[in-house]
């Protein structure tokens, strides 16, 4: 019996870390449509698909028009691209994204549940969770600088380029102690050499362009580590590539040493479902 008992304390060890991640943040799920080949709504079959779908999306804020209020919220995305590592993927191509968050994460999946019931005969679904929480890897100063310089959000029609970028690391970044990590992700060239300056260096370069949203997946979702969200004016497209690059220079960031980039979602912000199918 005794043994049975410490099985139960260990395991209960093991299964605390995502429990309490899940429940420590804002919830997001992240549910790509890949049309099926043959496959197409009916054309009397769409307005009560998009009628069910509505009615449970009038539970989220439309994120079209973003507010501090609304901590359920639903954004559309229309594919402009999807890329791997830089180059495009020809199969197999997601052609719409829909972000929902809340801070239940029921809420989050009974969206899909829903999706998967009127759309899965229509689209192959995938769908990634994550939520957010602390910021690794910062110092006051830092969270300080991120305060003061990170933009504020705006409408789909001030900023209508949404980028969703799923990621992991590597089994080594993992086994290395904390201090270790942290010293990858601010300017040490005494460390790593001539030129490094680190994740955070290179993102300061562009936080003023572009709004961020950080999502952790680490014992919640095994498809990734981390998944992040981005958005963008028109006038800033050239500066964001130049953060991506910035980011996988494993001179002046080696900590891109230790990323396993998944694929990246490059979506046109829109209003309505109406507008996505």
Known sequence: ????????????????????????????????????????????????????LTIKASNFGNDFNPTHRKTDTITYLKKKRYTLNGKPVNEKVPTILIRVESMEKDTVDGFYETVKEVLGEYFDLEYRVAVTGPLNYTDADILAKLKEKAPRRYSGNDDPNAVVFPLSKS???????????????????????????????????????????????????????????????DQFAEAFDKLLNGLRDVKSNPEWNYVKEGPIFWGQRVRSLDQLF
Do not use: C
């Open 171 to 233: 089994a080594e970044w993992w086994d290395m102690e904390t201090a270790r990590r942290k010293e990858y992700f601010n300017s040490n060239p005494a460390v790593f050499g001539e030129g490094h300056i680190g994740h955070n260096g290179v993102g300061f370069q562009y936080i003023e362009m572009i709004f961020r949203k950080l999502y952790h997946s680490r014992g919640l979702d095994p498809q990734q580590d981390f998944m992040t969200y981005f958005e963008y004016p």
């Open 1 to 52: 019996m005794n043994k049975i008992k410490l099985l139960l304390v260990i395991l209960s060890l093991l299964v605390w870390p995502a429990v309490v991640q899940a429940g420590s943040g804002l919830v997001g799920g992240f549910i790509y449509f890949t049309p099926k080949a043959g496959k197409e709504i009916p054309f009397k079959n769409r307005d009560t698909i998009l009628q069910t």
